[in-house]
Each structure stands twice: as C-alpha cells, then as structure tokens.
C-alpha cells in the first residue's frame, strides 16, 4: 500500500528556501501524479503543484509559480518541493498527496492518497 511520508519542513525567515521531500516505500511514485498542497489555520487546502506520472509534467498555482519547483528523483522513489524566496504568506502545513490516475491537476479531491503533513513557518 502507498503512504507518502513528508519531510522537510520547519521555520525560515523571509526570503529564505526549504526543500519539502515525499517519499514513499512500496509501489512506485513513477506510476502515480503527485502534488503537493498547503493549508494555512482557517483556509482551505490549496494546491501549489503537481507532477505527473511517467511524463513529468508539471503544474503551478500562481502563487508559487517561479519560486517553487516540483521534482522527482526516481531511484529514491522521492518528490521534492524546493521553495525559494519564502514569504509570510506561504506559512502553512503543507502536504503531498498521490493521485492514482496519474492525471493530477491542483485540485485536493483529485488525489486518492495523504500524508501526514509538513509545517513550514516564515517569520522574522
């Protein structure tokens, strides 16, 4: 059974990095998209990017777009999220979530399989 485990998180000042890692032990990342999700206290679950399956596209919210970079490394059975230029506003428990059709997108309900979450905080 798939369980995406996330790593990575922690507290960076303003235009600092972090890089979120999903790895998984058992079936292949390769098979699946995957994308990562954050959800601050008291908003809803946003999608921030995606990458799919086998062809590795990948997809970004407005938001991140040119600071945040979604990747895969196979021989790991790993997805990263290298965040750049951290802002106050990107603070939130982020998430990486496996969509079992390999369409992915940026919707939360698109994707069948959680993890347990990541708190990222940007503060001075």
């Known amino acids: 059974q798939l369980q995406p485990v996330e790593s990575g998180g922690g507290s960076v000042q303003p235009g600092g990095s972090l890089k979120l890692s999903c790895a998984a032990s058992g079936n292949p990342l390769d098979d699946y998209a995957i994308g990562w999700f954050r959800q601050a206290p008291g908003a809803e679950r946003e999608g921030v990017a995606c990458?799919?399956?086998?062809?590795?596209?990948?997809y970004y919210s407005e938001s991140v777009l040119g600071r945040f970079t979604i990747s895969r490394d196979t021989a790991k059975n790993t997805v990263y999220l290298q965040m750049s230029n951290l802002a106050p506003e990107d603070t939130a428990a982020y998430y990486c979530?496996?969509?079992?059709?390999?369409?992915?997108?940026?919707?939360?309900?698109?994707?069948?399989?959680w993890g347990q979450g990541t708190q990222v905080t940007v503060s001075s």
């Open positions: 979530a496996a969509d079992l059709s390999g369409n992915g997108g940026l919707h939360p309900s698109s994707y069948d399989i």
């Open positions: 990458i799919r399956g086998r062809v590795d596209i990948t």
